[in-house]
């Protein structure tokens, strides 16, 4: 039986504490676990290297906001350049359409047949001033002008005006046949053809009678080339109906209906300037050729006392 254990007592009770307390002081902190490689034999030789990784991790943390804060200035710097950019096409282009828009108002403020007259007015003049100064100096107008052109210039120039007399002199209406001739005489002096576009499609047309055998190339002896028609399909008659068979390009539809609009146009002008003559370029307010004709009486005598209450009425602010 083992022997019985011994109380102690108060007095060694606590100086076995106090003896305990210093040893338990004396043992190391406990060190908190820090992930990375697994401590070796040599443990209490590289615990200290744990606070070393912990500063560099700090420092790095300490320096990484300054790229991101070198990054954000030169973005905004971009912004800003492109932003001032576009503000400066932005005015560029303001400017640019601010004088524009002057030259326009301009253009329209000036009216173009009173440029035209004041431009003949200085042309007659100046030809006015050197006839004088030549007939004063005893010299011959006529020939002093011809110096300035070739003899073929100048046959040009007479031909053009005995052309332009005889217009002039056979512009009274005679018959609708002698309208159309001047129209159809007008039209032709207006187009342009296109005579290498023309060339081509006369080949093309004559290469493919000549394979399809209705088409004979004979040489002379001269060497020309003449087609001759067998079967007389290929040249056109009064009995010929291939002409239908043509399709006009988009070129000649365009110009046709350019043509048109514009003898449209001619027609509404002239038939706007009659009305005017006749006095029916405003409102119509009459019901016969005699009500039409009192009216216009009417208006010579009080259109100046009722403008006021006319232009009233036409404001609508007349009660």
Same mark, same amino acid.
């Given at each position: 039986?083992?022997?019985? !254990?011994?109380?102690?007592?108060?007095?060694?009770?606590?100086?076995?504490?106090? $003896?305990?307390?210093?040893?338990? $002081?004396?043992? +190391?902190?406990?060190?908190?676990?820090?992930?990375? +490689?697994? +401590?070796?034999?040599?443990?209490?030789? =590289?615990?200290?290297?744990? +606070?070393?990784?912990?500063?560099?991790?700090?420092?790095?943390?300490? #320096?990484?906001? %300054?790229?991101?804060?070198?990054?954000?200035?030169? %973005?905004?710097? =971009?912004?800003?350049?492109?932003?001032?950019?576009?503000?400066?096409?932005?005015?560029?282009?303001?400017?640019?359409?601010?004088?524009?828009?002057? %030259?326009?108002?301009? &253009?329209?403020?000036?009216?173009?047949?009173?440029?035209?007259?004041?431009?003949?007015?200085?042309?007659?003049?100046?030809?006015? /001033? /050197?006839?004088?100064?030549?007939?004063?100096?005893?010299?011959?107008?006529?020939?002093?002008?011809?110096?300035?052109?070739?003899?073929?210039?100048?046959?040009?120039?007479?031909?053009?005006?005995?052309?332009?007399?005889? $217009?002039?002199?056979?512009?009274?209406?005679?018959?609708?046949?002698?309208?159309?001739?001047?129209?159809?005489?007008?039209?032709?002096?207006?187009?342009?053809?296109?005579?290498?576009?023309?060339? !081509?499609?006369?080949?093309?047309? *004559?290469? !493919?009678?000549?394979?399809?055998?209705? /088409?004979? *190339?004979?040489?002379?002896?001269?060497?020309? /080339? *003449?087609?001759?028609?067998?079967?007389?399909?290929?040249?056109?008659?009064?009995?010929?109906?291939?002409?239908?068979?043509?399709?006009? =390009?988009?070129?000649?539809?365009? &110009?046709?209906?350019?043509?048109? %609009?514009?003898?449209? =146009? $001619? &027609?509404?002008?002239?038939?706007?300037? @009659?009305?005017?003559?006749?006095?029916?370029?405003?409102?119509?307010?009459?019901?016969?050729?005699?009500?039409?004709?009192?009216?216009?009486?009417?208006? @010579?005598?009080?259109? #100046?006392?009722?403008?006021?209450? @006319?232009?009233?009425?036409?404001?609508?602010?007349?009660?």
């Amino acid at each position: 039986m083992p022997p019985a !254990k011994k109380r102690k007592t108060g007095k060694r009770a606590n100086a076995s504490a106090s $003896a305990q307390t210093p040893t338990e $002081a004396s043992q +190391p902190a406990e060190v908190p676990e820090v992930s990375g +490689p697994a +401590p070796t034999e040599d443990g209490d030789a =590289d615990m200290p290297e744990a +606070p070393a990784d912990t500063n560099s991790a700090a420092k790095e943390s300490s #320096k990484s906001p %300054k790229p991101a804060a070198a990054d954000t200035s030169a %973005k905004a710097e =971009d912004r800003l350049a492109r932003f001032r950019a576009l503000q400066a096409r932005a005015k560029k282009s303001s400017d640019q359409n601010l004088a524009e828009a002057t %030259k326009e108002s301009q &253009r329209l403020a000036t009216d173009p047949s009173a440029l035209t007259a004041l431009n003949r007015k200085r042309d007659v003049a100046q030809h006015k /001033l /050197l006839k004088a100064e030549t007939e004063e100096a005893g010299d011959d107008f006529e020939r002093k002008r011809a110096w300035d052109w070739t003899a073929e210039e100048s046959e040009r120039w007479d031909k053009r005006l005995k052309k332009r007399a005889a $217009a002039r002199d056979n512009n009274a209406f005679k018959d609708y046949r002698v309208e159309g001739n001047k129209v159809y005489k007008r039209q032709l002096r207006d187009m342009a053809p296109d005579m290498d576009k023309y060339e !081509k499609d006369k080949m093309a047309a *004559i290469e !493919k009678a000549a394979a399809s055998g209705g /088409l004979d *190339i004979v040489e002379t002896e001269d060497g020309e /080339l *003449i087609a001759v028609d067998k079967d007389g399909s290929f040249y056109s008659t009064a009995d010929s109906t291939s002409f239908v068979e043509h399709k006009a =390009d988009k070129g000649a539809v365009d &110009r046709l209906v350019a043509e048109m %609009k514009k003898a449209e =146009d $001619a &027609r509404m002008r002239k038939r706007r300037e @009659r009305m005017a003559q006749n006095g029916d370029d405003g409102d119509v307010t009459y019901i016969n050729e005699k009500n039409k004709q009192f009216n216009q009486k009417l208006n @010579r005598f009080y259109n #100046k006392y009722t403008a006021e209450i @006319r232009d009233s009425f036409e404001r609508g602010t007349m009660i």
